[in-house]
């Protein structure tokens, strides 16, 4: 076809700062190699540090000496390892709630729940800045959907008193992963009670870093397990593995077990992946992991202020330095890797333009003194002092 181009000349909107990669090799939980050197990494979502627990390893290799790798199928094609199952039981019972099924990732649990939730004549009420697999399973909504300003509770009623459905769902993060704020899930609740909607949480991050023993940001506020909630999350950040899950009602997660597409027509995790998280899960709850990384939080909010360091208000280990410009972001991390340290920048469209920013995040496995010199840099990096 005349003008038609082929694969090595095909149009992708990619600038030529964005097509820069690096080699990256994590050491521990929180030290990596980037392009042969060895840094101090404040760039992970491996909050508790447990990808490197040698309890979460050793799950992991048994899993594999005595179960393969690949699982080989679809679950429901070639049936589920038991592992799942005990997986899913202990999310049900930790997270507070009737059941849990287990799939391939946090982007697969989003899309493929969304498009099972929405057939025509359901309306979505999302958050602005809701994460990109939320926003790509609002894509497939067969009914419509509807857009509030970030946390703006007034401005999601006022869309819940205009568009009547016969099925609504509000959809929302719970911790926002670019800037560490949360949900109000109180306010979504008693909204949806008022007009005869389900919650949607994502909870990717909340998970083993805010509420009694990081069981979440539901669970902080005593509403886990509610008949209008539905929660998501991930055993890919704070436990340490990969993996996701959905949780709510017996009934909503059967239903979800024999229609969600992107479960049924997707090969099941491998065996090693659920036992390593099961495993996490265990390690995090007995040594107390979520605890200590409240407690870096607050040592690094306490310098932080202490030097008068810009930060956005968050109470979670994702703490952003926004700088605006992307050129900023950037100088300023490289500037961080000369202190030997890696904190990545990140820039639009993963964030709005104009917020270009330095992404933070802590984990429980840094150490009091990791902080401090964290905090120093910072400020020596930012005020522009030597
Ligand atoms: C990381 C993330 C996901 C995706 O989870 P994966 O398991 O990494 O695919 C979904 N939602 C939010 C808010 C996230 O931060």
Redesign the pocket.
Known sequence: MPGMPDSRNWFFPVTPSRRRTFLHGRKSGIRVMVDGVGLLNFSS?DYLGLSFHPEVQSAATRAIQGHGFGSGASRLVSGDDPVLHDLEAALACWKGYEAALVIG????A?IGLLDALSGRGTHLFCDKLN?A??VDGARLCRGAVHRYAHLDMTGLERLLGRYHALRRIIVS?GVF?MDGDCANICALIQLAEAHDALVVL?D??GLGTLGPDGRGLAAEAGVQGHARLIETG?C??ALGA???FILGSSEMIEGLRQCLRTMIYSTALPPSVPAAALAALKVAREEGLPRRLQDRVQRFLQLARQQGLPLVVSRTPIQPLILGSDEAALRASFRLREYGLFVSAIRPPTVPEGTARLRITLSAAHEGKDIERLVEALARTIHGSP
């Open positions: 979502n990732s946090g982007m697969l989003n994460h697999s939320l993060d992963s994502d990717a991050h991930t890919g950040k990969y993996g996701a």
